[in-house]
Each structure stands twice: as C-alpha cells, then as structure tokens.
C-alpha cells in the first residue's frame, strides 16, 4: 500500500515504524527537518518537509497516488483540513484523522461519510483512559484487552511464589479451574523474550503471563497465577488533563477519586465538571500534599501528566510512601522498559495503544483489532472468518489442520456470543472471530496469506 503519515511525531513514528517493516510505501510529511532525518535514517521511507495541510506539499508528497492518508499531527484542525483537501483535490480513497478534542469527536457530522472527509477518527486520550480504566477494574492485572466487542479479553499478570499454577506445567490449568471455566495461556514473557507456550511448559516466578477467557472468568484465571489483590475503592489520579479529566469522570460514580491539577485555573475547570470527585490543585511530587491526602490508603495512584519524568518521580514516591498500586503514562519506550516490575507496577505507553488502533484500519483488509503485546513485541489479532468451505482456506477444517508459523497460535474463537478456546479438533465455521497471537511480526506476511484467500479482515 501507499502510505502518506502527516505528522513525524511519537504516534507517526510509530505508525512509520511498524508498516514500513510490513512491505508498504511510506511517505511521512513534518515540519521539523531534524525529526524527519532521523526516521528516513532509520527506516526505509520517504520524507517531506511542509506544512501538512497545504495542497501542494500533499501534492509533493504523493497523495494523488495514495491508498491511505493518516494525519497524526498535533493540531486536530490540521487534521482535518489534510483530510478535507486529500478528500476533494486528490480522491485519497481512505482518511484517518488523530482527534484529541472531544468536540469532534461526539460531533457525528464530521466523521460520518456521506458527510465527511474523515473516515476513522482516532483519540489517543480516549483509547489511554479506557485503558487505564481497565486496569482499575481488573486489580493485579499489567494489560486487559478486548475482542470481539468484550466478548473475549486478553489479560496480562505477573505470576508470583504463591500463585497455585506457578512451578506447574500450563496443562495443569484445566485441572485447577472449576468446572464450566475455560481459559487459554497465549503467551509468555520470561526476562522480557517471548515464550511460545505449550502444554508442557512450566509457568516460573515473575513470568508475565497472556491468557484468553471469558470477561465473567478473568479474576478466576488470575487467581491460579497471584493472590487476586482486593477491589480498589480509592483512586488518586494526578494530572488534569483530558486524561485524567476523564478517567476521573468514567470513575467516580463507583470509586473514591481524587484529581491532583497543578494549574489552577486547569483545577477550577475540572471541578465544574466533575460531580464526585475532590479536585486538588499542587505539585504532583510534594511529599507532603501526598501525606496530607493519606497517600498510603490509596488503592491505585496514576500520574497522568504530560511529563515523563514528573509522572515516574511522583508514581514512585507514592509508592515508597505506601501506596498499594502505581501507573505512570509514559511516552519514552526506554524509560517504560527501565521503571516497570520495580518500583512502578505499570509503565502506559500512549504510542503503543494509539499505535494498535491505527493499525487496525491501516493494515491490508484491516483486521478487526490489533493490540501490542509487551509495547509492540508481540501482537494479538482478531480475524473474522468469511466465506464456505470451497472458498475458504481455514473454514470447515480444526485449528490443528492449519499451517500457521511456529511463532503464531489461535488463543480462542468468539461465535456469536460465546469464547470457545482453541483445542486442536476446534472446527472453524463462517463468521467466526479468530483471535491470533504472533509472536515474531516478521511473519505476519505468512498469517495474512492463509487467512485472506477465504477469510477476510472485518
């Protein structure tokens, strides 16, 4: 495919990244020229330096010729309007827009199609919050991911001495469940590599552990891997932006929040808006505010500020002081992999989740979900299957007949309204959601080639 990326940013990066490792033509449009050198350096693409919205820097960069126009830039209305002017001078076929401003985003007019110049709109805020709120929902939990519209969930957890499976080998699982629950280990991450997992293997101390079940079973599967934590009642977030403004609104119909603000004015705003939730205004690493709101009798603490450092300083001093759990959002891979399974139990990188939902729509046919696994190691597909047997090359034969890649395994298949794990003499029907973990991306060719003949990216 031919690739136009509008905006050099952490977000266009990654996209840049990810899709020029997969065969596609890449043309990534900035106006920093120092940020373009560097990625033409590092990946094989195209780059152009302008202002991306204009007609004849768009024109430059090839958009009469392009499959699809991603604008990531940091302005929504630069967004937009690169979408607009792709839409009527160059009949780009596909626009995906990055829209943090939630106005756009509940104003249908300006992503519906018969309407629009913007065919996916895509909230990296919205997508991080949601996120977190999973987390929140699922205490002891490093990832909670979904298929199949919830359906099916993917969720990560860190296997510790006391959990009932840990020195057993995963085929004990079943044994252990009761009866009517099923689950599935996916993958495995030993000393941050990846584990393909077979029923042999045995599940070790401080293995971050992927398994696929039900959303009604997720808190029985973890409790074979680590003491299932207490439901979190208090949930302290600091930083007040769009974030932590709606995390804190999703929440505080169920859960104690408060809202740490430095900005004043910032503060007053979010307490207008907020119903339940104490807003506070200070630095997110005065020790002595945190002591004064008991700081050790917080259930979660996320600092969600636009700061790395601020948020990895303050997350780690809330847990020295006796805090239960700690997030910390931060943008800098190298920071996450130095800080998480230490003194923060999870490091929320905004790139990797934004980066999910954009290949979702991007990728060739575009599967019904992407998620990365361990920031972008692995991934976790979900494929719907189309066509009939005579048609399909998947569909009418048993997971075991089909000829998948070492690295890749069906974790489960979603059929209607119910998760059926995948056993090696599962059948595969039309309209099945097969949910697939490849654990080495460089063979993603070979999973779209058995997959796209019969069945189809939703």
Not at 33 to 47: F, N, P, Y
Not at 145 to 174: S, Y
Not at 316 to 343: F, H, T
Not at 435 to 446: A, Q, S, T, Y
Request: some cysteine; glycine content about 6%.
């Amino acid at each position: 495919m031919k690739i136009l990326i509008l905006g050099a940013g952490q977000v266009g990066s990654s996209v840049a990244a990810a899709l020029s490792s997969e065969n596609n033509d890449i043309t990534v449009v900035d106006t920093d020229v120092a940020r373009l050198r560097e990625l033409a350096e590092r990946l094989d693409i195209r780059t152009i330096e302008g202002h991306a919205s204009l007609p004849r820097v768009l024109s430059h960069a090839g958009a009469e010729d392009a499959d699809l126009v991603v604008a990531v830039t940091s302005s929504d209305e630069v967004n937009l309007i690169a979408c607009r002017v792709c839409d009527l001078l160059f009949r780009t076929p596909t626009k995906i827009a990055r829209l943090r401003e939630s106005e756009y985003l509940t104003a249908s007019e300006f992503i519906r199609r018969d309407r629009s110049s913007v065919d996916v709109a895509i909230s990296p805020e919205a997508l991080v919050y949601h996120h977190v709120q999973r987390l929140i929902e699922f205490p002891g939990a490093l990832q909670v991911l979904d298929f199949a519209d919830g359906r099916a969930q993917l969720v990560a957890v860190r296997a510790v001495q006391q959990g009932k499976l840990v020195g057993h080998e995963i085929r004990e699982l079943r044994d252990h469940l009761p009866p009517g629950v099923d689950a599935r280990v996916a993958a495995i991450f030993r000393g941050g590599r990846p584990i393909s997992p077979k029923a042999t293997t045995v599940i070790e101390v401080d293995d971050e552990v992927f398994f696929l079940a039900d959303r009604k079973n997720i808190t029985t599967v973890m409790s074979e891997l680590r003491r299932v934590d207490r439901p979190a009642k208090r949930v302290f977030i600091a930083g007040g932006g769009n974030i932590g403004r709606n995390l804190a609104k999703a929440l505080e119909g169920r859960f104690s929040v408060k809202v740490l603000e430095r900005s004043k004015d910032r503060a007053k705003k979010i307490a207008e808006d907020l119903v339940n939730s104490i807003v506070l205004v200070g630095d997110c690493a005065d020790e002595d505010l945190l002591r004064e709101e008991n700081i050790d009798q917080t259930d979660v603490y996320c600092a969600l500020t636009n700061d790395d450092e601020a948020n990895i300083l303050s997350a780690m001093l809330a847990k020295r002081m006796g805090c239960q759990r700690v997030m910390s959002l931060i943008n800098r891979p190298a920071y996450a992999d130095l800080v998480e399974g230490s003194s923060i139990d999870i490091a929320i990188s905004p790139q990797q989740i934004t980066l999910g939902a954009l290949l979702a729509h991007v990728r060739e046919g575009a599967p019904a979900r992407v998620h990365s696994l361990r920031r972008g190691a692995a991934e976790a597909i979900e494929i719907v299957a189309r066509g009939d047997a005579r048609s399909s090359r998947i569909i009418g034969r048993a997971i075991e007949e089909l000829k998948l890649p070492e690295s890749a395994t069906i974790g489960g298949i979603v059929r209607g309204d119910k998760l059926l794990i995948a056993h090696h003499d599962l059948i595969i029907e039309p309209e099945d959601h097969l949910i697939v973990f490849l654990m080495d991306k460089r063979r993603l060719p070979e999973v779209t080639a058995l997959f796209h003949a019969g069945a189809t990216w939703l």
